[in-house]
């Protein structure tokens, strides 16, 4: 089992930066990829970035290339997403999930799921 906290949500202007975390905690490297994903209001949950524990791999969805960057700390068992330049389309529940499959993108590879963190970014 895997269980994921993730937390650093809050509320920023457009064109501000904030930094997502994803503590894991039981046994995260049981797991082979660490994925962010959102759900807006209204709106289907998508794929943001993923990376890999072992090789710190990455994969980001084109929304997200150029302005966000994730990244894993082993020794913490965390996963980060840097988020700059936020614009208010990226307002979400921000999920961390944990897939032990070689599917990087795909939701329905992830089987843990944190509980969510809020982002909004004003106009």
């Known amino acids: 089992q895997v269980q994921l906290v993730e937390s650093g949500g809050g509320l920023v202007q457009a064109g501000g930066s904030l930094r997502l975390s994803c503590a894991a905690s039981g046994r995260p490297f049981s797991t082979y990829y660490m994925g962010w994903f959102r759900q807006a209001p209204g709106k289907a949950r998508e794929f943001v970035a993923s990376i890999t524990w072992s090789t710190g791999n990455t994969y980001y969805a084109d929304s997200a290339k150029g302005r966000f960057t994730i990244s894993r700390d082993n020794a913490k068992n965390t996963v980060y997403l840097q988020m700059n330049s936020l614009k208010p389309e990226d307002t979400a529940l921000y999920y961390c999930?944990?897939?032990?499959?070689?599917?990087?993108?795909?939701?329905?590879?992830?089987?843990?799921w944190g509980q969510g963190t809020q982002v909004t970014v004003s106009s």
């Open positions: 999930a944990a897939s032990s499959s070689l599917l990087p993108v795909s939701i329905r590879s992830y089987e843990y």
